[in-house]
Each structure stands twice: as structure tokens, then as C-alpha cells.
């Protein structure tokens, strides 16, 4: 079985936290609770990573307000 790559690890994390916050996340919080999950992730691949989750996952990830990243299924709550 072929290892994940960083960037998929980091964005699988990005949608389960998101999951586990249905009123969403700000910027700041997403990019300490990625960092904090686990510490090998390098912050600036992060960050890259948290800035284009609503350009990768147009279809999962809105962003009702600036900085704040939300799953399209909680749209209407």
C-alpha cells in the first residue's frame, strides 16, 4: 500500500477537523490544530495547504466569511 503523500495527510486532517466543527474554523485555528496533530508537518506546507482547501475541495469546503473555512454540509445549520 502506497504511503499517503504530506500534502493528503495534511489536507485529510483540514476535513476531519472541519467535520468535528460544524460551525466551522477560523484560519488561525485550523493552521494550530493541523500543526499540533502532528508535529513532523512543516508550518509553511501547512499553510499552503489550509490556503487552497476551498480551490481543492470546491465541492466540500465554503468560506461563509473571511478566514473562516466551513464543510458545505453544514451550509444551511
Same mark, same amino acid.
Given at each position: 500500500?502506497?504511503?499517503?503523500?504530506?500534502?493528503?495527510?495534511? +489536507?485529510?486532517?483540514?476535513?476531519?477537523?472541519?467535520?468535528?466543527?460544524?460551525?466551522?474554523?477560523?484560519?488561525?485555528?485550523?493552521?494550530?490544530?493541523?500543526?499540533?496533530?502532528?508535529?513532523?508537518?512543516?508550518?509553511?506546507?501547512? +499553510?499552503?495547504?489550509?490556503?487552497?482547501?476551498?480551490?481543492?475541495?470546491?465541492?466540500?469546503?465554503?468560506?461563509?466569511?473571511?478566514?473562516?473555512?466551513?464543510?458545505?454540509?453544514?451550509? +444551511?445549520?
Amino acid at each position: 500500500m502506497k504511503p499517503q503523500s504530506i500534502t493528503a495527510r495534511i +489536507n485529510s486532517t483540514a476535513l476531519e477537523l472541519l467535520e468535528l466543527h460544524p460551525e466551522g474554523m477560523r484560519w488561525s485555528e485550523l493552521l494550530a490544530a493541523i500543526k499540533d496533530s502532528d508535529a513532523s508537518f512543516h508550518p509553511k506546507t501547512v +499553510n499552503g495547504c489550509v490556503w487552497k482547501l476551498v480551490e481543492k475541495f470546491p465541492d466540500r469546503i465554503y468560506k461563509p466569511e473571511k478566514g473562516l473555512f466551513r464543510l458545505i454540509k453544514f451550509k +444551511n445549520q
